[in-house]
């Protein structure tokens, strides 16, 4: 279950006019967290920001499912059913018996608290963005990056420079 002040940031991003997958990071971050926080572990980063994404989706954030070839049928029957569940009102709500949820929620819990927290370290979630990159075309990059620098603003863009040439300093003393 998402937090509530997870909720409400995602709902400011969407005011904001922020992009559904800028949403959804809201709860993928919250789920890191409370990975690094020790509340349970998971098998990798992409487990993480799967579960993020699920939680995501059942608040009412309209994150695209995969596209067919890219994910499995089952993680795409998932979002479909996770992107329903969120686009449904809290009354229509269909309830299966409570004890089996319970017992099925319980169990999903305990099955992570028994995995690692590793899946959610820096070095992990670096890999793993980086992957997730280089499967993309160059033009996308760097579109995307274009796109960061036109919305960041003048002090952002400034800030950033400033940073990068500290990167470069230090990295050239090791």
Request: proline residues 2%; glycine residues 6%; positive net charge.
């Amino acid at each position: 279950m998402p937090e509530q002040k997870t909720i409400k940031r995602a709902q400011a991003d969407k005011r904001a006019g922020k992009a559904s997958s800028t949403q959804a990071g809201e709860f993928v971050k919250d789920q890191i967290d409370k990975v690094r926080a020790g509340k349970h572990g998971v098998r990798s980063a992409k487990q993480a920001i799967a579960i993020g994404l699920s939680e995501a989706r059942r608040a009412g954030v309209a994150v695209k499912s995969p596209k067919k070839g890219t994910a499995s049928e089952a993680t795409r029957k998932k979002a479909q059913k996770d992107n329903a569940a969120g686009q449904r009102k809290s009354t229509e709500k269909k309830s299966a018996s409570s004890e089996s949820t319970a017992r099925r929620s319980r169990a999903a819990t305990n099955a992570l608290k028994r995995e690692s927290t590793e899946g959610a370290s820096h070095k992990a979630l670096s890999k793993q963005t980086k992957s997730a990159a280089a499967k993309r075309p160059a033009a996308s990059r760097s579109a995307a990056a274009k796109k960061a620098a036109a919305t960041k603003g003048a002090s952002g863009r400034s800030a950033a420079a400033k940073k990068a040439a500290h990167t470069r300093v230090s990295r050239a003393h090791r």
